[in-house]
């Protein structure tokens, strides 16, 4: 399965939300495993697991961008739901282990922040946790206001590319739109719920019957990829913050 969640801004966005909630001190220690990793910021970082799709000595992480899942699933089960070339969940668990050893190399911890920043923002994107029979949606081929794409990249690219403002600037202002509860629900919760949430978003409102998509499906769904946007960056922060908080 092909797949390249939320596009850069889409990531970088996740990335900056999550900087911004990290715990000071944490935020420290995550620059200084972002400057091992020759990375500027977490914003920027959030893209790197798909800058080096084109480097075979990484084709072991190609599955790791996701899970397939079925229509009916009644919750993750590792042995059933988990290949043994891995998945999204497996992955981000992995990664996050990794980040908090302190005994690992750090060369390694960085590189896990890095999966980590990445796998985050994969899972609320709810075609991650699509069908196989059409890899995630990747294989539906449709037509959004005439242009002719598929429905992963429609969720991908298309439809946060509908925010009028830089991927910066819609960052800061999505904080803004994050109250207190949501704040302390969104990060007490684990990545099986996220999956979980992913898995109702992409069967109610990604998937449909119709090929011709335009101003109803993306009024529809642009509540949904904001806030899922917003999801992903406060429990990047909490993943970090639980991986490096002393």
Same mark, same amino acid.
């Given at each position: 399965?092909?797949?390249?969640?939320?596009?850069?801004?889409?990531?970088?966005?996740?990335?900056? !939300?999550?900087?911004?909630?990290?715990?000071?001190?944490? +935020?420290?220690?995550?620059?200084?495993?972002?400057?091992? $990793?020759?990375?500027?910021?977490?914003?920027? #970082?959030?893209?790197?697991?798909?800058?080096?799709?084109?480097?075979?000595?990484?084709?072991?992480? %190609?599955?790791?961008?996701?899970?397939?899942?079925?229509?009916?699933?009644?919750?993750? +089960?590792?042995?059933?739901?988990?290949?043994?070339?891995?998945?999204?969940?497996?992955?981000?668990? *992995?990664?996050? #282990?990794?980040?908090?050893?302190?005994? $690992?190399?750090?060369?390694? +911890? #960085?590189?896990?922040?890095?999966?980590?920043? *990445? =796998?985050?923002?994969?899972?609320?994107?709810?075609?991650?946790?699509?069908?196989? %029979?059409?890899?995630?949606?990747?294989?539906? $081929?449709?037509? =959004? =206001?005439?242009?002719?794409?598929?429905?992963? #990249?429609?969720?991908? !690219?298309?439809?946060? %590319?509908? =925010?009028?403002?830089?991927?910066?600037?819609?960052?800061?202002?999505?904080?803004?739109?994050?109250?207190?509860?949501?704040?302390?629900?969104?990060?007490?919760?684990?990545?099986?719920?996220?999956?979980?949430?992913?898995?109702?978003?992409? *069967?109610?409102?990604?998937?449909?019957?119709?090929?011709?998509?335009?101003?109803?499906?993306?009024? +529809?769904?642009?509540? !949904?990829? $904001?806030?899922?946007?917003?999801?992903?960056?406060?429990?990047?922060?909490?993943?970090?913050?639980?991986?490096? %908080?002393?």
């Amino acid at each position: 399965m092909e797949v390249f969640a939320w596009g850069e801004d889409g990531h970088r966005v996740v990335g900056e !939300i999550a900087w911004q909630y990290l715990d000071p001190e944490v +935020r420290e220690e995550v620059q200084a495993l972002l400057q091992i $990793a020759g990375e500027p910021s977490l914003a920027e #970082a959030t893209t790197w697991a798909d800058r080096i799709r084109s480097n075979s000595s990484y084709d072991w992480a %190609a599955p790791l961008h996701y899970i397939s899942l079925p229509i009916q699933w009644d919750g993750y +089960r590792e042995s059933r739901d988990c290949p043994a070339a891995g998945c999204i969940l497996k992955a981000i668990a *992995h990664f996050e #282990a990794v980040l908090s050893d302190r005994d $690992a190399p750090q060369a390694e +911890r #960085a590189e896990a922040l890095l999966f980590v920043a *990445h =796998f985050v923002g994969d899972l609320h994107q709810p075609l991650h946790t699509g069908l196989s %029979a059409d890899r995630g949606g990747n294989d539906i $081929a449709v037509e =959004f =206001f005439g242009m002719p794409t598929n429905l992963h #990249a429609l969720w991908d !690219i298309y439809l946060p %590319a509908g =925010f009028v403002l830089d991927w910066q600037q819609y960052a800061h202002q999505q904080i803004g739109n994050i109250d207190r509860e949501q704040y302390k629900t969104w990060r007490s919760s684990a990545a099986s719920d996220w999956a979980a949430e992913s898995h109702r978003l992409v *069967h109610d409102s990604a998937y449909t019957p119709s090929a011709h998509l335009g101003e109803e499906y993306y009024l +529809r769904n642009r509540g !949904i990829v $904001a806030q899922r946007l917003r999801q992903g960056g406060v429990r990047l922060a909490a993943v970090i913050d639980r991986a490096l %908080a002393d």
